[in-house]
Protein backbone atom coordinates (compact mmCIF):
# COMPACT_ATOMS: atom_id res chain seq x y z
CA UNK A 1 0.00 0.00 0.00
CA UNK A 2 0.75 3.45 -0.84
CA UNK A 3 2.91 5.56 2.26
CA UNK A 4 1.66 9.43 0.64
CA UNK A 5 4.66 11.42 1.46
CA UNK A 6 3.23 14.94 1.76
CA UNK A 7 -0.54 14.36 2.29
CA UNK A 8 -2.37 13.25 5.93
CA UNK A 9 -4.44 10.88 7.19
CA UNK A 10 -7.88 12.29 8.29
CA UNK A 11 -8.06 12.42 11.95
CA UNK A 12 -11.35 13.48 13.86
CA UNK A 13 -10.70 17.75 14.73
CA UNK A 14 -11.61 18.13 18.30
CA UNK A 15 -15.39 18.96 19.25
CA UNK A 16 -16.38 17.22 15.62
CA UNK A 17 -19.48 16.01 15.11
CA UNK A 18 -20.19 14.34 11.84
CA UNK A 19 -19.40 11.92 9.19
CA UNK A 20 -15.76 9.86 9.64
CA UNK A 21 -13.43 9.38 6.81
CA UNK A 22 -10.86 7.06 8.86
CA UNK A 23 -10.15 5.07 5.75
CA UNK A 24 -8.51 8.73 4.01
CA UNK A 25 -6.36 11.04 3.33
CA UNK A 26 -6.67 14.37 2.72
CA UNK A 27 -5.76 15.53 -0.64
CA UNK A 28 -4.20 18.77 1.33
CA UNK A 29 -6.71 21.67 -0.81
CA UNK A 30 -10.25 22.61 0.03
CA UNK A 31 -12.66 25.46 -0.43
CA UNK A 32 -15.32 27.59 1.34
CA UNK A 33 -18.12 30.10 0.97
CA UNK A 34 -15.17 32.76 1.06
CA UNK A 35 -12.74 31.28 -1.12
CA UNK A 36 -10.31 33.63 -3.20
CA UNK A 37 -9.85 32.74 -6.78
CA UNK A 38 -6.66 30.99 -6.22
CA UNK A 39 -8.02 28.37 -3.26
CA UNK A 40 -10.92 27.70 -6.11
CA UNK A 41 -8.42 27.35 -8.95
CA UNK A 42 -6.37 25.15 -7.11
CA UNK A 43 -9.26 23.17 -5.44
CA UNK A 44 -11.02 22.60 -9.07
CA UNK A 45 -7.63 21.94 -10.76
CA UNK A 46 -6.50 18.95 -8.44
CA UNK A 47 -9.87 17.67 -8.71
CA UNK A 48 -9.85 17.69 -12.07
CA UNK A 49 -6.63 16.23 -12.46
CA UNK A 50 -7.51 13.48 -10.13
CA UNK A 51 -10.53 12.83 -12.84
CA UNK A 52 -12.82 14.21 -10.53
CA UNK A 53 -14.91 12.41 -8.28
CA UNK A 54 -15.77 8.36 -7.82
CA UNK A 55 -16.07 5.92 -5.66
CA UNK A 56 -11.98 6.49 -4.22
CA UNK A 57 -12.17 10.08 -4.79
CA UNK A 58 -14.59 12.27 -3.09
CA UNK A 59 -15.85 16.20 -2.05
CA UNK A 60 -16.37 16.20 1.39
CA UNK A 61 -19.16 18.89 1.61
CA UNK A 62 -19.12 19.80 6.12
CA UNK A 63 -21.23 22.65 7.34
CA UNK A 64 -19.17 25.43 9.73
CA UNK A 65 -20.17 27.63 12.26
CA UNK A 66 -17.31 30.28 11.42
CA UNK A 67 -17.71 29.81 7.14
CA UNK A 68 -20.58 28.00 6.60
CA UNK A 69 -19.62 25.55 4.69
CA UNK A 70 -16.39 24.25 3.84
CA UNK A 71 -15.67 21.34 1.68
CA UNK A 72 -12.04 19.01 0.65
CA UNK A 73 -10.62 16.27 -0.95
CA UNK A 74 -10.59 12.82 0.58
CA UNK A 75 -8.61 9.79 -1.25
CA UNK A 76 -9.35 6.24 -0.25
CA UNK A 77 -6.24 4.71 1.20
CA UNK A 78 -6.96 1.46 -1.74
CA UNK A 79 -6.58 4.29 -4.60
CA UNK A 80 -2.68 4.26 -5.16
CA UNK A 81 -2.97 6.35 -8.63
CA UNK A 82 -5.10 8.99 -6.96
CA UNK A 83 -2.82 9.58 -3.90
CA UNK A 84 0.50 9.45 -5.80
CA UNK A 85 -1.22 11.97 -8.13
CA UNK A 86 -2.34 14.05 -4.69
CA UNK A 87 0.81 13.63 -3.40
CA UNK A 88 3.35 14.47 -6.90
CA UNK A 89 0.66 17.95 -7.23
CA UNK A 90 1.19 18.73 -3.21
CA UNK A 91 4.98 18.72 -4.19
CA UNK A 92 4.65 21.20 -6.92
CA UNK A 93 2.39 23.26 -4.49
CA UNK A 94 5.61 23.77 -1.99
CA UNK A 95 7.55 24.73 -4.76
CA UNK A 96 4.87 27.07 -6.60
CA UNK A 97 0.99 28.43 -4.75
CA UNK A 98 -0.66 27.82 -8.11
CA UNK A 99 -1.53 24.48 -10.17
CA UNK A 100 -2.28 25.88 -13.41
CA UNK A 101 -1.98 29.78 -14.35
CA UNK A 102 -4.20 29.27 -17.21
CA UNK A 103 -7.54 28.52 -14.74
CA UNK A 104 -6.55 31.25 -12.15
CA UNK A 105 -5.91 33.92 -14.35
CA UNK A 106 -9.01 33.13 -16.27
CA UNK A 107 -10.90 32.99 -12.38
CA UNK A 108 -8.96 36.28 -11.61
CA UNK A 109 -10.43 37.73 -14.95
CA UNK A 110 -13.78 36.70 -14.21
CA UNK A 111 -13.86 38.46 -11.03
CA UNK A 112 -12.54 41.64 -11.72
CA UNK A 113 -15.01 41.66 -14.09
CA UNK A 114 -17.57 41.21 -11.52
CA UNK A 115 -16.29 43.56 -8.94
CA UNK A 116 -15.83 46.64 -11.63
CA UNK A 117 -19.34 46.19 -12.85
CA UNK A 118 -21.59 45.29 -10.24
CA UNK A 119 -19.76 46.55 -7.47
CA UNK A 120 -18.93 50.26 -8.44
CA UNK A 121 -21.12 53.03 -9.21
CA UNK A 122 -19.84 55.05 -12.28
CA UNK A 123 -18.46 57.69 -9.85
CA UNK A 124 -16.46 55.20 -8.17
CA UNK A 125 -15.25 53.72 -11.34
CA UNK A 126 -13.96 57.70 -12.27
CA UNK A 127 -12.65 57.88 -8.63
CA UNK A 128 -10.67 54.70 -8.66
CA UNK A 129 -9.52 55.58 -12.55
CA UNK A 130 -8.45 58.90 -11.30
CA UNK A 131 -6.78 57.59 -8.70
CA UNK A 132 -4.85 55.07 -10.42
CA UNK A 133 -3.73 57.95 -13.04
CA UNK A 134 -5.78 56.64 -16.25
CA UNK A 135 -6.16 59.51 -18.52
CA UNK A 136 -5.19 58.13 -21.65
CA UNK A 137 -7.85 57.19 -24.63
CA UNK A 138 -11.58 59.02 -24.01
CA UNK A 139 -12.98 55.92 -25.96
CA UNK A 140 -11.50 53.37 -23.23
CA UNK A 141 -12.16 55.58 -20.03
CA UNK A 142 -15.78 56.03 -20.93
CA UNK A 143 -16.58 52.45 -21.63
CA UNK A 144 -14.30 51.72 -18.27
CA UNK A 145 -17.02 54.50 -16.59
CA UNK A 146 -19.66 52.77 -18.59
CA UNK A 147 -18.58 49.13 -16.59
CA UNK A 148 -16.97 47.53 -19.46
CA UNK A 149 -14.14 45.41 -17.54
CA UNK A 150 -11.73 45.21 -20.95
CA UNK A 151 -11.60 48.98 -21.07
CA UNK A 152 -10.45 49.34 -17.92
CA UNK A 153 -8.64 46.40 -17.75
CA UNK A 154 -6.57 47.78 -20.64
CA UNK A 155 -6.11 51.10 -18.75
CA UNK A 156 -5.14 50.21 -15.37
CA UNK A 157 -1.36 49.29 -13.80
CA UNK A 158 -2.29 46.38 -12.05
CA UNK A 159 -6.26 44.89 -12.86
CA UNK A 160 -5.87 41.81 -10.01
CA UNK A 161 -5.18 45.12 -7.42
CA UNK A 162 -8.86 45.30 -7.77
CA UNK A 163 -9.86 41.90 -6.29
CA UNK A 164 -6.73 41.43 -3.77
Not at 35 to 41: K, Q, Y
Not at 71 to 83: F, M, R, V
Not at 148 to 164: F, G
Request: proline letters at 4%; glycine letters at 6%; hydrophobic letters at 30%.
Amino acid sequence: MYQPERLERWTMPRDYCGATWPECYSAGVGRSRDSDCLEESNFQSMLAELGGESDTVMVIRESHWAVGWVEWLAIHESDEKSLRAADAMQGRLEDYPILDEDDLSSREWEECERVWSDCYSDRERVRYLREHRCTEGFRDLRAAVGGDWSAACSLLPSPSDLIH
